[in-house]
């Protein structure tokens, strides 16, 4: 089965930062969008951010100007870079990979999901 490991989170005070990682095969990590999804307590699953391959962004509008997304090719990483926490940041984050649209092709990789605390 195909394994895709995040690492990261942790608890950290409002106004903090963190850094979430995304490892993947090099096989599927080439190519494939990236999307991060939360999940809080009591609250359905969201779409945050996503990046294409080609490195076009797209964020959630509660953390627009907050979060940055980068993909390292060499590494086979994808970053979420989180500044200026919230406590409504809270959450298990989870790492997805899906095919382009355009293939028209129904697949998903997810990662095991990570937990991120903001509070003081």
């Known amino acids: 089965q195909v394994q895709i490991v995040e690492s990261g989170g942790g608890l950290v005070q409002p106004g903090g930062s963190l850094r979430l990682s995304c490892a993947a095969p090099e096989s599927i990590f080439r190519e494939y969008t990236i999307n991060w999804y939360r999940q809080a307590p009591g609250k359905d699953r969201k779409l945050v951010a996503s990046i294409t391959r080609f490195g076009i962004t797209n964020f959630e509008d509660s953390v627009k100007g907050r979060f940055t997304l980068s993909r390292d090719g060499a590494t086979n990483t994808a970053y979420l870079q989180m500044n200026m926490l919230k406590p409504d940041d809270t959450a298990v984050y989870y790492c997805?990979?899906?095919?382009?649209?355009?293939?028209?092709?129904?697949?998903?990789?997810w990662g095991q999901g990570i937990q991120v605390t903001v509070s003081s």
């Open positions: 997805n990979l899906h095919p382009p649209a355009v293939w028209d092709v129904e697949d998903d990789y």
